[in-house]
């Protein structure tokens, strides 16, 4: 269901032993996304280009080039700079997020829903020379440590859930409902960015077991480091995919 609904680009969302006896249900949900650039990069302009990776050493990537200075929303925020790729329609966009060197962790930490709004808010047209590396990876997670570490511990089995309403409570069995949790929380997802535009695709399962008794001249931007990225719907504020490129080289 989950590979028919990405494109294929998902596969195997739950791993083995994801699901076994104890399992109840499973909540699935998928999103596919493909949009081309509204201003596409040149691909002849496309070369290598080194890339500074947290370690201090450096490889070398594909990156793209608006050579002749392109207008896009931009700001020199503190810390950071912001570029805003518009995507064909416009309702959709790509905001790139290009922490100074070594300020990844402390832009990363203070990034809040109120510091995009304030991003989207003073970004201003600006004449840009970019330089964008091309990148393609694919990632999965366990979410249920991390959420339990957000502030939902009791969803899960190790808790003290209550999913009563879930629960068929007629006893039409004559027997007691057997009370549910979270067993795992399984997140895929995969992001590919092109000179023609960005494809992506997500999906996240829940499985609940059954309990034993998560300016003037064109300002140059060089996305030569790590970097934020964030999927925007502008029509209605949603972040469709989100992430951090530590190195555009590998596929994760």
């Not at 989100?242 to 994760?252: A, F, H, L, V």
Request: glycine content about 8%.
């Amino acid at each position: 269901w989950v590979s028919d609904r990405t494109q294929e680009r998902i596969q195997d969302l739950i791993p083995q032993g994801g699901v076994d006896e104890a399992s109840r249900l499973v909540l699935a949900n998928a999103i596919y996304f493909k949009a081309d650039w509204l201003f596409p990069f040149a691909k002849e302009n496309t070369s290598d280009q080194p890339f500074h990776l947290l370690d201090g050493s450096q490889v070398n990537v594909p990156t793209m080039t608006y050579h002749k200075a392109q207008t896009l929303p931009y700001l020199a925020g503190d810390g950071y700079q912001a570029v805003e790729l518009p995507y064909v329609g416009e309702g959709v966009s790509m905001l790139v997020v290009v922490p100074d060197e070594g300020k990844l962790e402390d832009v990363e930490n203070d990034f809040t829903h109120s510091t995009l709004q304030q991003i989207q808010k003073a970004a201003e047209p600006t004449r840009m020379e970019l330089f964008l590396p091309k990148f393609e990876f694919t990632v999965e997670y366990q979410l249920g440590d991390a959420l339990s570490d957000m502030g939902m511990p009791d969803a899960f089995c190790s808790g003290s859930p209550d999913f009563s309403g879930m629960v068929d409570s007629s006893n039409k069995t004559g027997l007691e409902p057997i009370p549910l949790c979270i067993g795992g929380i399984f997140h895929k997802a995969f992001v590919k960015v092109d000179e023609k535009g960005t494809e992506a695709a997500a999906a996240s399962a829940v499985v609940m077991e059954a309990m034993a008794i998560m300016g003037d001249q064109p300002v140059v931007l060089k996305v030569d480091r790590p970097f934020l990225f964030l999927i925007l719907d502008k029509t209605n504020g949603s972040i469709l995919f989100m992430g951090r490129i530590d190195n555009p080289k590998t596929d994760k």
